[in-house]
Structures are given as structure tokens and as C-alpha cells.
């Protein structure tokens, strides 16, 4: 019907209790009935795994019983696509960190913008690689050290880089999510990038999953307000 209908469970102790009648109320605020479902979609991960272990398997149980499709979607890849909205409209500058859910929001990019005028600066190696190897064809690689357990550049020849340019958007990712601490890595040098990203674009989106908030890593880089 083209609608969407949604829920949040706060109480993250209490999803095997409220999981089925939580759906149920979905169902019926859409006007539908488990009958009208022709497949279900549930989250695999990365995430809690007691969270994922009651989607998995309701949505499993779910299925079988009405004997429709069951999906597995990667948490990785749901925020790459929601980030594809974030993108400025008619091309224009973004910034594109390091990290694996950047990665998989990259390969997006080549795949469904293949052409699109985007001037795309990056600080990883496999991202750049990977976006010139799809065909995308403004794409600069920052200058600098190339930390082997990242393939992230960093160092003074990447900053400097950074300072003199502006980005309409920076996509951002982070280990460690919390509001005292703000957005936080384990690397003073890769922080150091990434608040330089920070600070250089008109819009910031952090690409982050549930596993991440809550906690603090060594470097906070940048505020969460």
C-alpha cells in the first residue's frame, strides 16, 4: 500500500514478551491482518545478541506458519541505504570516512549513482579503490600514512589536506556512541581525521549501529550537539 506503520520497544528486557503483540498492533493500526503479509523481513546483526536472537527467531516462526518468504537484512546494509538520502541532491562534495558500514554505503554509491556528479573525498584506501574500480568518476584519495588494521589514511598531510577544503556532507563512522563522550575511536590519529571532517562539512551523518551506543572508546572526536 506504499504506508508505514512503526514501533520502538524502549524496554530492551522485555522483547520476547512484547515482540508478537507489538506486531500484532502494527498490523491492525495498518489495517492488515498476519494474512496479508507476503514475506517477513527480521535484522541479523550486528547488534545485541539477545535482541537478535528473539527477531530471528520470531521472524522465523512467523514465516513458517504462514508459509511466506523470510529475508535477512545486515544491519550494515539497512544504514548504508537509509545514508543514501542524506546524499546532496544534483551531486555536490561529500566527505567519506574510513570503516565497514561507510564501505557497504560506498558500494551503494557505485551501484546506483554510477554517474552521479559527486566529488567524493576519502581518507580509505579500499573505498577509493573500490569506487574508481565501479566506474564513479570524481574520486581523491587524502594523502598520508595507511594504517594496516584500517587501511584508513591519516597523519599531518591528510590534515593539511582537509583544512583547506568544505564538504556538504561528511559520513562519518565510530566505535563508540554515548552523550557524555560524544562520538569516540580508539586512534588519536584517525579522530584526528575524522574531526576534521567533522568540522569542514555543512551536514554530518554518523553511520552507527545499536552495538556501538552506549559506549566510550579513548578519543572522543566529535560532540554529539
Known sequence: TGQSTERVLEDTRAHNELLIPTITEVLAEAGM????LDAVVTG????PFTGLRVGM???????????????????H??????????????????FLDAGTTINTFAELISQQYPQAQFNIVSNSLPIALSLAGNG???????????????????GDTALRTLALM???????????????????????????????????????????????????????????T
Open 166 to 224: 568544505r564538504a556538504d556532507v561528511a559520513f562519518i563512522g565510530t566505535n563508540a556512541l554515548s552523550v557524555d563522550h560524544g562520538l569516540s575511536t580508539a586512534d588519536a590519529q584517525e579522530a584526528a581525521i575524522k574531526t576534521a571532517m567533522v568540522t569542514n562539512a555543512r551536514r554530518v551523518v554518523v553511520l552507527c549501529d545499536s552495538t556501538k551506543l552506549g559506549n566510550d572508546y579513548v578519543v572522543s572526536f566529535a560532540p554529539l
Open 136 to 154: 564513479v568518476p570524481d574520486v581523491q584519495l587524502l594523502g598520508g600514512t595507511v594504517r594496516a588494521i584500517t587501511q584508513a589514511v591519516v
Open 44 to 47: 541479523v546483526g550486528p547488534g
Open 33 to 36: 491482518e498476519y494474512s496479508d
Open 77 to 94: 546494509d539497512a544504514i548504508a541505504h537509509a545514508a543514501l538520502d542524506f546524499l546532496p541532491p544534483g551531486g555536490g562534495s561529500i
Open 57 to 75: 527467531a520470531t521472524a522465523s516462526a512467523l514465516a513458517d506458519a504462514l508459509s511466506i518468504p523470510l529475508h535477512g537484512i545486515c544491519t
